[in-house]
């Protein structure tokens, strides 16, 4: 009765209670499929339980399982220091040098082995702006929970006694497909922004809605992005753009208003109608190959994303006198360097891009020994997807992408009829369907003064 009353003065936003208590639920209750548990996560848990530890699956395992998905990797959590964790098997690694966590590996197969995290302290060092720097104490697991971020990335589960862990009502949620952030959503955002990209990227990928007061606080926080190290936006990039649901969640972040400090020139890109409709398109098909379980390169993803930027300085560069092919790749510097700021390309990954992006003009070469050079590309599948998808957005015309299905599916003498074919285009030259949008610049190499 007077807790009753306490919450009533204090408002909604005070729940009663309790977050150092877990509710236990049990396999009737949470419903999750023991075989859909790696075999390995199970040897991992067993091994610390056996020696007097306690270990749980925890994170987005727990949570896949719950929703019925089979979890893509697992994450255990411990009250076994790292060091004591380490003892116990065979292949694991102490990794980081700030919070310590353990990957142990079975073959191919890597655990992340966590060591339950303590309370965050006020006294914690943090950046101008609030965001958390350092905050590595060990603690309880009640203190572990408190300190994950979404109330259905808290939840643990033991494969031994096959029951759940719940701190902070995840079950709830996972049952409402509700996304709630554990604490004042303001100043979990603000002790790390990264966040405001984790939720957007869970949204659209289970298919859940933002609760609203974590979503309140989310447009007048996104400029935060901009102060966390551009490696950890990238790592948080990768898994939205590959996880399956990247377009709905460019979509997401888009009405966030979060894109603006993510790829500061997909902001225009995405503005043109013709650039929209290409990175749409790029998005889809990754998020098809995702779902079918087919590799999806980082370096196609990004190259596609950058593309209209690059096509918008590449004619820049023309326009002032370049030739075409040094244009494309002063282009590609400008676009690349330009990124790099807020987000930390990889090396391999830039030159992926660049490799794609410099094949461009060469499909448009069609006679002489140049189209059977392309075929010894080791990038040419890649190129090739990419020009497809220029076509499909009506960017060129969609006879050069048919001429080179046919090229390359083509025996010996197909090959050389085709050469002999000349391109549906005035003179020869290969045309480019249709200028982009507003911007009815000729190319210095195309005689200039095409109309829109
Ligand atoms: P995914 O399916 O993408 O792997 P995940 O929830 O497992 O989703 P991870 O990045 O693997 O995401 O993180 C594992 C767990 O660690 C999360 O479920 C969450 O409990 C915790 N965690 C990760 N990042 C943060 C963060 N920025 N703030 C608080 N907790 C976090
Ligand atoms: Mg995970």
Known sequence: MIKKFIRRILGSKTKAIDHTKATELTPKEHGIDPKLVSSNAIRVTQTLQEAGFK????GGAVRDLLLGIKPKDFDIATNATPEQVKKLFR????????????HVMFGQDLLEVTTFRGASTEAAPKDEHGRVLRDNTFGEQHEDAVRRDFTINAMYYDPATQVVLDYHCGMADIRNKTLRIIG????????????????????????????????????????????????????EMIKLLMSGQALACLQQ???????????????????????????????????ARVKQGKPVSPGFLFAALLWHQVLEKWSAYQAAGEMPIPALHLAADDVLNSQTEQLALQRKIASDMRDIWAMQPRFERRTGKAPYKLLENLRLRAGYDFLLLRCASGEIDAELGEWWTAFMEGDAGERETLMTQKPRAVDGAPKRAKRRGGRGRARPDEGGGAAE
Do not use: C, W, Y
């Open 91 to 102: 292949r694991a690694f102490i990794i980081g040098r700030r919070f310590q966590i353990v």
């Open 184 to 235: 004042v959503p303001e100043a979990r955002f603000r002790e790390d922004p990264v966040r405001l990209l984790r939720v957007v990227r869970f949204a659209a990928k289970l298919g859940f809605t933002i609760h609203p007061e974590t979503a309140a606080p989310i447009k007048v926080m996104a400029p935060l992005i901009n102060n966390v190290p551009a490696a950890r936006v990238f790592d």
């Open 55 to 58: 270990a749980f699956l925890v």
């Open 253 to 287: 972040l888009r009405k966030e208003g979060l894109h603006h400090g993510l790829l500061p020139l997909l902001d225009v890109v995405l503005e043109q109608p013709l650039g929209e409709k290409f990175v749409r398109l790029a998005l889809a098909s990754t998020d």
